[in-house]
């Protein structure tokens, strides 16, 4: 499985990123794709979230009403639209994937390189 993330990079406060995600080699049922990310010196935590079949979206409250998450099924690229970007959104994004096999139990979950953030203020 290999996730390639881009789109990151510099942007004063109030401005717009959108992250890539295009995932490739997958062979089991995805369940769900999500964003995180990790800010220097802090755990990583979750941005959003889309569950697959009825893409119910869930976001952190920090990001509510400012990000959100899509997902282009036919070209397996999950995407990120932030909006309105504050310095505290500074961090590295990561792109994740879970899944289970499609005729058993295994599950499993995937990792991007991640992509660097930075808001300036």
């Known amino acids: 499985v290999q996730l390639v993330e881009s789109g990151g990079g510099l942007v004063q406060a109030g401005g717009s990123l959108r992250l890539s995600c295009a995932a490739s080699g997958i062979t089991f049922s995805i369940n769900a794709m999500g964003w995180y990310r990790q800010a220097p010196g802090k755990q990583r935590e979750l941005v959003a979230v889309?569950?697959?079949?009825?893409?119910?979206?869930n976001y952190a409250d920090s990001v509510k009403g400012r990000f959100t998450i899509s997902r282009d099924n036919a070209k397996l690229t999950m995407y990120l639209q932030m909006n309105s970007l504050k310095p505290e959104d500074t961090a590295v994004y990561y792109c994740n994937v879970r899944g289970r096999d499609y005729d058993g139990p295994k599950s499993y979950t995937s990792w991007g390189q991640g992509t660097q953030v930075t808001v300036s203020s």
């Open positions: 889309i569950i697959s079949g009825g893409g119910t979206t």
